[in-house]
């Protein structure tokens, strides 16, 4: 009997110290998945940045994942004042051009990461008709109007409008652009989302509705250099650029209203060619453009899906792919930078040490009838998204 009850305190004592070992290794299980689920969050983190001399105050936000990617952006039109991204050493650096304060990007500069509206890109002499009421935009580069005018997107304070983070990290960021302003008819209101994703993926989401017919082209601003060196200039990225045809321009930079084949001829990205290749050819269009400074014609069979243009830095193996809804995109190659902008640090950006993949409708659309419409109506939802896509080659 005794050895039976023995037996079974034994058994039991057995089985409770199994139960608590299972306990203790399934807290620990818990503990990992907590931690693993900690370091899954795209965070996203608000500063104080400053204020304007109107006594706007402006916010800097930056959007950090797991894998050492860091997205800065201030309220001050929505500007990305950072892009770090870890290179084939994992080491992370900057690959934008920025400043390292609110007074710099005040000054007049020429887009520095910023949001651009309402309309991305040239409107020849500022001037466009809708239902045969003609409108006048401000001609800041005179004869023509371009990047909205005087005071586009890109100075004007936004709204903080939404914060979120978790398996992405986002900033939705809103502007009323109230009818007439710049010229432009209809109280717009605009809202432009920033998402950083684990997959270091940077999401860009515009959106906007009006009261009158208008017209909009939203767009971003960056200048990259994927090296993270701006001593360096641009010229050995190797791009891609997914297209058949550029936007032809006049000495003006205002479409021809012809697209023309690139075949035989500098525009041509349809294999990887750095951007340094043939900027130098001797080429009518290049002349005009004072170097890249066009819309290509995307190829974008499956919109949002095709990468459409790419962008590689060979030493830091960082590779950069774009994919849009637009139906165009202009590349600029820095050909007005000219060591006047200073950098984060010390010196100045020189000549062509940083370029722009604009994603857009075509320049001058509200004038010329063949090209996509721009043109909003009350009721219609405007929407559209480009993704710009980090790894390493
Ligand atoms: C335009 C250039 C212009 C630059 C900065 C680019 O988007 O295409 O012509 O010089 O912005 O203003």
């Not at 100075?155 to 900033?171: D, I, Q």
């Not at 774009?322 to 000549?351: A, D, S, V």
């Amino acid at each position: 009997m005794n050895v039976l009850k023995r037996e079974v305190f034994r058994l039991v004592i057995i089985s409770l110290t199994f139960f608590m070992v299972q306990c203790k290794s399934r807290q620990a299980i818990n503990k990992d998945i907590l931690k693993q689920h900690l370091s899954t969050e795209v965070t996203i983190e608000k500063v104080p940045y400053g204020m304007t001399p109107n006594g706007d105050k402006i916010n800097s936000y930056k959007l950090k994942n797991k894998n050492g990617m860091e997205v800065g952006i201030i309220t001050l039109g929505g500007i990305i004042t950072d892009l770090i991204v870890p290179n084939k050493e994992g080491i992370s650096e900057n690959v934008v051009i920025g400043f390292n304060s609110l007074e710099e990007y005040l000054k007049p500069n020429p887009y520095v990461g910023a949001i651009i509206g309402r309309y991305g890109n040239r409107i020849a002499n500022g001037k466009f008709s809708i239902d045969g009421n003609e409108y006048q935009l401000t001609l800041n580069r005179p004869p023509h109007s371009l990047h909205g005018g005087e005071y586009g997107f890109n100075r004007v304070v936004w709204k903080e409008n939404e914060v979120k983070s978790g398996a992405v990290a986002s900033l939705k960021l809103s502007y009323l652009s109230k009818d007439m302003e710049e010229g432009y008819p209809g109280n717009l209101q605009v809202f432009v989302t920033y998402t950083l994703t684990q997959e270091n993926q940077l999401e860009v989401f515009y959106e906007a509705t009006t009261d009158k017919k208008t017209v909009v082209n939203l767009t971003q601003h960056s200048y990259f250099n994927l090296s993270g060196d701006f001593s360096k200039t641009i010229l050995d990225h190797e791009i891609t650029l997914n297209s058949d045809k550029i936007v032809a321009i006049n000495d003006n930079g205002i479409p021809t209203g012809k697209l023309e084949d690139l075949t035989h001829t500098p525009f041509d990205f349809r294999t990887p060619k750095t951007l340094g290749k043939d900027i130098e050819v001797k080429n009518e269009q290049l002349k005009r453009g004072n170097g890249y400074d066009h819309c290509w014609v995307l190829n974008n069979a499956e919109k949002g899906k095709t990468v459409t243009a790419t962008a590689y830095d060979k030493t830091s193996g960082r590779l950069m792919e774009i994919t849009t809804y637009e139906p165009g995109i202009q590349l600029y190659t820095g050909n007005f930078l000219k060591g006047n902008l200073p950098m984060r640090e010390e010196g100045f950006y020189e000549h062509r040490t940083g370029f722009c993949f604009e994603t857009q409708h075509y320049p001058d659309s509200p004038n010329q009838k063949d090209f996509p419409t721009t043109v909003l109506r009350p009721g219609e939802n405007y929407k559209t998204k480009t993704t710009f896509k980090f790894s390493i080659k």
